[in-house]
């Protein structure tokens, strides 16, 4: 799969994200959270480095998200019986996206905090 084009490389992480989609309902919901904060937002007009801190936030925590699910399914594959180290590998990633995810909302409240001060 090395050096395919752009467009076949477009497909691949298409296809990842349906099948994430599918089968992962905390990534449905981080989506479905950050849709949520669009509309948030808009009606609070912070300035636009509010926008991209949140939209960079939002991004990083959907990535962590993907990131999450591809170890997964490669743990499980390579390792299907229960194992106390492979419990220790996905919690540390989840652990990685709960980590982003608070990051995120300490970025929401700093924003809720300096729309409020204008």
């Known amino acids: 799969m090395k050096n ?5 490389r477009l497909g691949f992480a298409w296809t990842g994200l349906r099948v994430a989609w ?4 905390s990534l449905r919901t981080q989506v479905w ?3 949520a904060v669009i509309p948030v937002m808009a009606v609070l007009r912070p300035a ?9 936030m939002i991004t990083l ?9 591809a170890l997964e399914h490669l ?4 390792h299907p019986e229960r194992h106390p180290r492979i419990k220790i590998v996905k919690d540390c990633a989840a652990a990685a996206v709960l980590l982003l995810s608070i990051g995120a909302m300490w970025v929401g409240v700093l924003m809720l905090l300096s729309v409020m001060e204008n």
């Open 75 to 78: 743990v499980d594959h390579l």
């Open 48 to 56: 636009l480095l509010w926008w991209a801190l949140t939209g960079m």
């Open 22 to 25: 599918r089968s992962e309902r």
């Open 61 to 69: 925590v959907l990535a962590a998200e993907l990131i999450n699910t």
């Open 4 to 8: 395919q084009g752009f467009g076949a």
């Open 33 to 35: 959270i950050g849709l």
